[in-house]
């Protein structure tokens, strides 16, 4: 007699991955954040270079939304412009958070970068924004 066995199917872990929609300019943003601000080994370097790939807008995406440099300012067309689905995983998330919340802590943040801020660091936006609220009514 043959003894058979149920083949066992495998669980698929939940994926920890965290999926952003960033438009262009988000992108570019959080390119000049990882790019100005990742420091460390070569394991880290390697993560924030493989960020910046998926970061990237390649030779099709451009030419669609008409990406130009005019006097030092990136410009392109909003209507052309499509939102990027990125996946991140925990580690890459908290890289930017951190890098972020020190550049709020230095006061480099500029009116470009809120959008990512939004995205990123939404419970630390809400509060600094209550805080300044709140000082402004004492």
Same mark, same amino acid.
């Given at each position: 007699?043959?003894k058979?066995?149920?083949?066992?199917?495998?669980?698929?872990?939940?994926?920890p991955?965290?999926t952003?929609?960033l438009?262009?300019?988000?992108?570019?943003v959080?390119?000049?954040v990882?790019?100005?601000?990742?420091r460390?080994?070569?394991?880290?370097?390697?993560?924030?270079?493989?960020?910046l790939?998926?970061?990237?807008?390649?030779?099709?995406e451009?030419?669609?939304?008409? $990406?130009?440099?005019?006097?030092?300012?990136?410009?392109?067309? =909003? @209507?052309? /412009?499509?939102?990027?689905?990125?996946?991140? &995983?925990?580690?890459e998330?908290?890289l930017?958070?951190?890098?972020?919340?020190?550049?709020?802590?230095?006061?480099?943040l500029?009116?470009e970068? $809120?959008?990512?801020?939004?995205?990123?660091?939404?419970?630390? =936006? @809400?509060? /600094?924004?209550k805080?300044?609220t709140h000082? &402004?009514?004492?």
């Amino acid at each position: 007699m043959r003894k058979t066995t149920k083949k066992k199917t495998a669980r698929r872990k939940p994926d920890p991955r965290t999926t952003v929609k960033l438009g262009i300019g988000d992108r570019l943003v959080l390119q000049r954040v990882v790019r100005e601000r990742t420091r460390g080994n070569l394991a880290l370097i390697r993560i924030a270079q493989e960020m910046l790939q998926r970061l990237g807008i390649d030779a099709a995406e451009a030419r669609r939304i008409n $990406l130009r440099s005019n006097n030092g300012a990136v410009q392109w067309d =909003l @209507a052309q /412009a499509i939102d990027k689905a990125l996946r991140f &995983d925990p580690f890459e998330i908290g890289l930017i958070k951190k890098s972020l919340l020190a550049m709020s802590t230095e006061g480099v943040l500029t009116v470009e970068d $809120l959008s990512v801020c939004r995205k990123f660091i939404p419970d630390e =936006l @809400a509060a /600094a924004v209550k805080e300044k609220t709140h000082a &402004d009514t004492d």
